[in-house]
T-cell receptor, first 114, second 120 residues
Framework: DQQVKQNSPSLSVQEGRISILNCDYTNSMFDYFLWYKKYPAEGPTFLISISSIKDKNEDGRFTVFLNKSAKHLSLHIVPSQPGDSAVYFCAASAGGTSYGKLTFGQGTILTVHP | DTAVSQTPKYLVTQMGNDKSIKCEQNLGHDTMYWYKQDSKKFLKIMFSYNNKELIINETVPNRFSPKSPDKAHLNLHINSLELGDSAVYFC???????????????????FGSGTRLTVV
């Protein structure tokens, strides 16, 4: 019973173009969402987050969009750079008594070609 | 100066053995976690400690026992290892266990680089 799903295992994009990574969730109690980036043999690193009271959060080249009615969020990277090639994980938290517990998706491998 | 460090990075061991993975953070965080990345690549929480107190204990076999001697350390001991325990184990820390929406600004865990456990 995976409450957070990233249905695209991989994505290939040309340098300079937009990368769009998608994430769907089923638990309506989730109220905070995060994206993590992971390079091989390293731990995930925090990238950007969004609270459920917002529908967009932007940080430089990275923008996260949240559509609560569709239980869907996406990460946009513009412009994409070869250094962005990594695995991207979507994660969600339910607040309340979750004690900071994050539920992760299975990740999407992004490859940005020069 | 690594923020969250795990040792060992790789661990190969035989079925039935007992092994430990150590984790230390120097960020002054109050909360530490163990996550397991399974063969399907999902990261799933196992345990969380806040100031040495267990606050999250997911459905994990009791062969797995976390120990937190102080808030900067959270070790994971595994008894009677099985083939299915093979995975990458990640330690992480955060400023506290409060609901994330109450935090100012962006928030996220700091992860260690992982321990790849292979049981043969």
């Amino acid at each position: 019973d995976q409450q957070v799903k990233q249905n695209s295992p991989s994505l290939s994009v040309q340098e300079g173009r937009i990368s769009i990574l998608n994430c769907d969730y089923t638990n309506s109690m989730f109220d905070y969402f995060l994206w993590y980036k992971k390079y091989p043999a390293e731990g995930p690193t925090f990238l950007i987050s969004i609270s459920s009271i917002k529908d967009k959060n932007e940080d430089g080249r990275f923008t996260v969009f949240l559509n609560k009615s569709a239980k869907h969020l996406s990460l946009h990277i513009v412009p994409s750079q070869p250094g962005d090639s990594a695995v991207y994980f979507c994660a969600a938290s339910a607040g309340g008594t979750s004690y900071g517990k994050l539920t992760f998706g299975q990740g999407t491998i992004l490859t940005v070609h020069p | 100066d690594t923020a969250v460090s795990q040792t060992p990075k790789y661990l190969v061991t035989q079925m039935g053995n007992d092994k430990s993975i150590k984790c230390e953070q120097n960020l002054g965080h109050d909360t530490m976690y163990w996550y397991k990345q399974d063969s399907k690549k999902f990261l799933k929480i196992m345990f969380s400690y806040n100031n040495k107190e267990l606050i999250i204990n997911e459905t994990v076999p009791n062969r797995f026992s976390p120990k937190s001697p102080d808030k900067a350390h959270l070790n994971l001991h595994i008894n009677s290892l099985e083939l299915g325990d093979s995975a990458v184990y990640f330690c992480a820390s955060s400023q506290g266990p409060l609901p994330l929406r109450f935090r100012q600004g962006n928030y996220g865990y700091t992860f260690g680089s992982g321990t790849r456990l292979t049981v043969v």
